[in-house]
């Protein structure tokens, strides 16, 4: 099973920018679709991107043209860059699979302050 380990999180005026890291363990990382989600203080835990093994990408309507995703399968980690941030940004966010999440790790905290 793999683990994830997320990392990168801060606090970040509106408009900032951060890059969110997510180091796998295992050896089936490079075999999966990965993805991104989060989780807003009293909310449902949401989607937010995909990127397939094929490095294919799909996005939220709320982030597109504002994050992106991207892989380093050599590294086994995966990123999640941030720009424009909003205060509706902030989250936990967290890494997981990208079609079918299992166990979920700590995540990392991103606070957008206005």
């Known amino acids: 099973q793999v683990q994830l380990v997320e990392s990168g999180g801060g606090l970040v005026q509106t408009g900032g920018s951060l890059r969110l890291s997510c180091a796998a363990s295992?050896?089936?990382?490079?075999?999966?679709?990965m993805g991104w989600y989060r989780q807003a203080p009293g909310k449902q835990r949401e989607w937010v991107a995909r990127?397939?093994?094929?490095?294919?990408?799909f996005y939220a309507g709320s982030v597109r043209g504002r994050f992106t995703i991207s892989r380093d399968n050599a590294k086994n980690t995966l990123y999640l860059q941030m720009n424009s941030l909003k205060p509706d940004d902030t989250a936990v966010y967290y890494c997981?699979?990208?079609?079918?999440?299992?166990?979920w790790g700590q995540g990392t905290q991103v606070t957008v302050s206005s």
């Open positions: 990127i397939t093994i094929t490095g294919t990408t």
């Open positions: 295992g050896s089936s990382f490079s075999s999966r679709a």
């Open positions: 997981n699979d990208g079609w079918v999440p299992g166990s």
